[in-house]
């Protein structure tokens, strides 16, 4: 069991960006309306968040995510301080990946989510198996009282289906990687659920169990600071701009090369104006819980 007390569902490593002395930050809760600053310590975060009750005892997922950002965090250090992610390595986008995919299923509010779903549909939880592997009994929502607990379980139960989802970690792994600067008056927030994952063409239809990121258009957006953002693309939509791109170079055509697109191969920052930094921000504040940071 972890002995950490206050565990953070959305890391300190992230937070500690958009804190003006690396400790203190602006907090808006939506539900409240109102605006106050505390310590990142004391945000994003409950007592024993990660420590479950299963039918083996009592575990805590705490030291795996801890472990996690160990890595992450000196990349995300260095990709702020540089404002460049040229310099990241294979494993460095590895390490992102996890960090990043994690992100989605640790937050409250898909626990939150989980237990929703749990209290209004009976659907088959647990399977009680004998000695030989033969399954005795399927013990359904009914029968089991669904609680923060039993959320949770499920919760991570279901982030190590999707981490070891072949689809899913392979159109992690195809996304090109873009990095956002913005560059005018506006400045990125981050929210209690910080991690976005955005279609323009949902209606496709798509595995029910990859959750979306296998979609030929999708894009995933995670802001690391007030003035950087990392937006990763599904490869489809890199390569349609370039064949659009191709076609105009070969009838001869005088071109601009898109600061989208000579950054995505060089790995500088991509400006960002100050209309599209509000999109974002407006993405973030629809899709918290209750939080906004920054």
Known sequence: MSTAKRQHYVPRCLLKHFCAD?????????????????????????????????????????????????????????????ESIAWLEDEDFRVLEDFILCQFYRTRKYVNQVKAFLQSNNVPLFELVDSDGNIKKILYCKDVGIDDNVAKVMSYNFLYHVEHDDVVRDAIASMEWLLLKATGKQRF?????????????????????STGFDLPH?????????????????????????????????????????????????????????????????????????????
């Open 189 to 209: 927030i981050i929210s209690d659920d910080p991690t976005r994952l955005n279609n323009y063409m949902a209606n496709i239809e798509h595995r029910q169990d």
């Open 22 to 82: 690396g400790q203190t930050i602006n907090v808006t809760d939506l539900i409240k309306k109102e605006t106050y600053q505390a310590n990142i310590m004391k945000v994003a975060q409950e007592k024993y968040f990660y420590d479950l009750d299963t039918n083996k005892g009592k575990i805590s997922l705490e030291d795996n995510y801890s472990e996690l950002e160990s890595k992450a965090a000196p990349i995300i250090d260095k990709i702020v301080k540089t």
């Open 218 to 294: 999708s894009q995933i957006f995670l802001p690391i600071s007030p003035k950087l953002m990392l937006c990763l693309n599904a490869t489809e939509m890199a390569e349609e701009a370039r064949t659009k791109l191709l076609k105009i170079l070969m009838r001869g055509i005088p071109a601009i090369i898109g600061d989208a697109f000579r950054c995505s191969v060089t790995g500088e920052a991509c400006p960002c104006p100050d209309e599209h930094v509000k999109q974002f921000n407006e993405a973030q504040m629809h899709g918290a819980e209750r939080f906004i940071f920054g």
